[in-house]
């Protein structure tokens, strides 16, 4: 009965209004790829290296920490602090670029002799134009800043913001009204009705989130919507038994630590 009954209630559910999502960039693959951090397996999270790397084992997009410096300079870091992952102290804001760029990230493989700095959100530009997809968690920043750099690159088509605040969303839709804007599902939501009421609420463009938070009927509605649903499943020991249950689900897309154990999974199953 509710295989009967579920194609009905999403037909009632679709928007009342004039409302339609703005597209991602361009699909290059039927399952989207997006590397978290980089492809920080070899190298460190966040590093130019590790967008190389993401580009060469073919994700479909890389996903990037903006944050702003003390004067007013955009870089990549997830955290607020430096101290994590480099050799220093203290908080982004706090450090000038040039401070910043004194600074060495740490590298798990003490072997490798390169030292690696904090990227510029023109370096990450710059070195993936036409090349990889930004996924560009928006951490820190100004998004007429952001967006100013965005154009100089020539990459409106190249990007999609995720937001951290509502804040962030309203700015983004008064800069760039057509850049897609990606959104988490909240973990209260876990229903066909309760994700139709967060869409129309929102209105989001992508949905992200927690892979094993959506069902099949969840995925299914927002296909209807012509929202795609390319959650998280990265962690360090993810692998194909978690892609198998995100490709149960009917999801197409997914963040990943492993971007080239999940390509190299997809190509096995012909969805790459």
Same mark, same amino acid.
């Given at each position: 009965m509710r295989l009967i009954l579920i194609p009905a209630l999403l037909m009632l559910l679709l928007p009342k209004d004039n409302w339609q999502p703005n597209p991602p960039p361009a699909l290059k693959h039927k399952f989207i790829i997006s590397a978290h951090r980089g492809d920080h397996v070899i190298y460190p999270e966040n590093t130019l290296a590790a967008y190389q790397e993401a580009i060469k084992n073919e994700a479909d997009y890389v996903e990037i920490d903006l944050r702003t410096t003390k004067d007013g300079q955009l870089?990549?870091?997830?955290?607020?602090?430096? +101290?994590?992952?480099?050799?220093?102290?203290?908080? #982004? $804001?706090?450090? +000038?670029?040039?401070?910043?760029?004194?600074?060495? #990230? $740490?590298?798990?493989?003490?072997?490798?002799?390169e030292r690696l700095k904090i990227p510029t959100f023109d370096q990450i530009l710059s070195l993936c134009k036409d090349r990889i997809y930004i996924y560009l968690d928006f951490k820190a920043a100004d998004?007429?800043?952001?967006?100013?750099?965005?154009?100089?690159?020539?990459?409106?088509?190249?990007?999609?913001?995720?937001?951290n605040s509502a804040a962030q969303f309203t700015g983004w839709r008064k800069t760039a009204s057509k850049m897609p804007l990606m959104l988490s599902l909240p973990d209260s939501v876990k229903s066909v009705a309760g994700m139709d009421s967060f869409i129309n609420k929102y209105h989001p463009d992508i949905l992200d989130g927690?892979?094993?938070?959506?069902?099949?009927?969840?995925?299914?509605m927002a296909a209807k919507y012509h929202i795609p649903v390319w959650p998280d499943?990265?962690?360090?020991?993810?692998?194909?038994?978690?892609?198998?249950k995100a490709l149960d689900k009917g999801l197409m897309g997914l963040q990943t630590d492993h971007p080239a154990a999940l390509v190299k999974f997809l190509k096995e199953k012909g969805l790459r």
């Open positions: 870089v990549s870091m997830h955290d607020g602090s430096v +101290t994590r992952t480099t050799d220093g102290k203290g908080y #982004i $804001k706090d450090f +000038t670029l040039d401070e910043l760029q004194m600074l060495n #990230i $740490k590298n798990r493989d003490t072997t490798r002799k998004p007429d800043q952001a967006y100013d750099v965005i154009k100089k690159h020539g990459m409106e088509k190249q990007v999609l913001v995720y937001i927690a892979y094993n938070q959506y069902t099949n009927d969840m995925v299914a499943i990265q962690s360090a020991g993810e692998g194909p038994a978690d892609w198998n």
